[in-house]
C-alpha cells in the first residue's frame, strides 16, 4: 500500500505561481509512475500532469509551458510548479501513484487551489 500526502495548495493571484508536494510512504519501491490531477467544481477530474520513474514526463495542453512536474526519488516525492496562474486552473489537486505489478492507482487526499484576485 502507498499513502500519499499532499501539499502547498492555497490562494493565489492570476499570473501567480505555486508549488504543490506529493509526500509518498508506504511501498514507495513499488511506485512506477507518478501523477497530478486535478478537478474543479461540477466537473471530472482530469490529467495535469505525469512522470515516471525514468522520468517521462507528459502535460495537459492546457498547462503546457507553465506547469513543471518533478520527482525526487530520494525524499520519495513529486512536485508541480505552477507558472503564470489562471482562474481557470481553480481546482483540488490529487497526486496519484501507480505501483506494479497490478497497475493499482493510489490517491492523496488532494489539496484547493484557488486562483483569483
Known amino acids: 500500500q502507498v499513502h500519499l500526502v499532499e501539499s502547498g495548495g492555497g490562494l493565489v493571484q492570476p499570473g501567480g505561481s505555486l508549488r504543490l508536494s506529493c509526500a509518498a510512504s508506504?511501498?514507495?519501491?513499488?511506485?512506477?509512475?507518478m501523477g497530478w490531477y486535478r478537478q474543479a467544481p461540477g466537473k471530472q477530474r482530469e490529467l495535469v500532469a505525469t512522470i515516471t520513474s525514468g522520468g517521462t514526463t507528459n502535460y495537459a495542453d492546457s498547462v503546457k509551458g507553465r506547469f513543471t512536474i518533478s520527482r525526487d526519488s530520494v525524499k520519495n516525492t513529486a512536485y508541480l510548479q505552477m507558472n503564470s496562474l489562471k482562474p481557470e486552473d481553480t481546482a483540488v489537486y490529487y497526486c496519484?501513484?501507480?505501483?506494479?505489478?497490478?497497475?493499482?492507482?493510489?490517491w492523496g487526499e488532494g489539496t484547493l487551489v484557488t486562483v483569483s484576485l
Open positions: 496519484n501513484a501507480r505501483t506494479f505489478p497490478l497497475a493499482m492507482d493510489h
Open positions: 508506504g511501498s514507495t519501491l513499488n511506485i512506477f509512475h
